[in-house]
């Protein structure tokens, strides 16, 4: 996909230029607890305030639900970016209205404001038009360097479009570029795929399934699989509606072929320790909480043969220390794999924080700001962000 990026602009000075980003970090007492998402955006930041144009900055924290929580307020968030670019960044308790319009008036070029969470608004949840234009009234060029909310049928995502005229950041730019060597992939392609929600996953596995060599399948997507098998998953994790997806994935009885379930699991019982269990072992008191050894050794074998390799969600509750092996040994795998002997991508919040317990990211090709957005763009899905 070719999209119009910032560095087409050869004039910006004095532009008042609005930029969705994507900086719906982590927080933790009422600070950024992961400023990964706010780093990912400075090259398009520095690129503006190079060009001698002025910022304005709106983004999301959670899901308030349309209503002021100030709990989800991004005033730390504006605090850290100041601190990361070591430059005042002038923060804005509303997002529209008068001490928006206010403050931006006053704006002199290389200034940057900062708005309130979007999502306080109700207009920016139903992609409102109305909303849109007063977002738009702020600027005179609209950027979206936030691909992680490009599959959101949102105002300051969608309907601001249709006011402005639009241009992309660079590493939203780059999220596309580098997607789309896994929708045309250097085979072998392997893809491994965790998480929970099998309704999330199983269209980006259908759409990509023709072009993988193997689909390596952990956490609780291969426990849906484990139950239609009439496997005993215990009180693991498991999707209440997961039979109307996994079933488009047999043949009859038989499994897909290029789908690899793990072999055996680490599982917490009654006494509360881990246990290694093979697929026929567990018991109605067990939960699956991670992959065992003989399946890290399978998926590692996989992975070892790949020229392109993607990954998408934990295969376990690796935020526990007595299940994380599994998670933490794909990742390392994965990374010994990429830059040079294979292409290697990895997105999703929860992939990233794992990738980075490795010490390892920087082995790897490309780190995705993104988890559902990297999803629905290689699920083929609608982006109204992109459109």
């Known amino acids: 996909m070719k999209l119009n990026s910032i560095e087409k602009l050869k004039s910006l000075k004095n532009k008042k230029v609005l930029v969705r980003v994507d900086f719906n970090v982590p927080m933790e007492n009422g600070k950024v607890k992961d400023d990964y998402r706010i780093k990912a955006a400075l090259p398009t930041i520095n690129h503006l305030l190079s060009s001698g144009s002025k ?27 100041s601190q990361i670019i ?50 738009a009234g702020l600027g005179d060029i609209y950027v979206n360097e936030a691909f992680s909310v490009c599959h959101r049928k949102q105002a300051s995502v969608s309907a601001i479009k249709k006011v402005l005229p639009t241009y992309y950041g660079l590493q939203l730019v ?21 998480g929970a929600k099998i309704s999330t996953k199983a269209p980006i596995i259908s759409k990509i399934y023709d072009s993988a060599d193997k689909v390596l399948l952990g956490g609780g997507l291969a426990n849906n699989f484990f139950k239609h098998l009439k496997l005993e998953v215990g009180k693991s994790l498991v999707d209440a509606d997961s039979e109307v997806y996994v079933k488009k994935f047999f043949k009859g009885k038989k499994l897909a072929d290029k789908i690899i379930l793990p072999i055996d699991v680490v599982v917490c019982g009654r006494n509360k320790r881990p246990k290694i269990k093979s697929l026929t072992e ?16 399978l998926f590692s074998s996989y992975i070892k043969t790949a020229q392109t390799i993607v990954w998408n969600g934990p295969l376990g509750k690796f935020e526990e220390a007595s299940y994380k092996h599994g998670t933490l040994a794909i990742a390392t795998a994965v990374a010994a794999r990429s830059t040079g002997k294979a292409y290697g991508l990895v997105g999703g919040g929860e992939t990233v924080e794992a990738l980075k317990q490795t ?5 790897v090709d490309f780190v ?8 629905a763009y290689l699920g083929g899905n609608k982006m109204p962000g992109l459109k």
């Open 55 to 81: 910022i304005i900055l709106m983004a999301h924290l959670g899901e308030p639900g349309a209503k002021v929580v100030p709990a989800l307020s991004l005033k730390p968030v504006a605090r850290r970016l």
């Open 86 to 135: 070591k430059k005042t960044v002038n923060f804005i308790p509303e997002t529209v209205g008068y001490k928006a319009d206010e403050a931006v008036a006053k704006m002199l070029a290389g200034d940057i404001v900062f708005l309130e969470n979007l999502r306080f608004n109700d207009g920016e949840l139903k992609d409102d038009l109305k909303f849109a234009k007063r977002l």
């Open 174 to 194: 780059s999220e596309v570029k580098n997607l789309d060597k896994i929708l045309k992939p250097v085979k072998p392609l392997i893809v491994i795929m965790g």
């Open 282 to 297: 567990v018991n109605k008191t067990d939960t699956i909480f991670d992959i065992g050894p003989e399946t890290i050794a």
């Open 359 to 363: 010490k390892m990211e920087a082995y």
């Open 368 to 375: 995705s700001t993104a988890g559902g957005a990297m999803l």
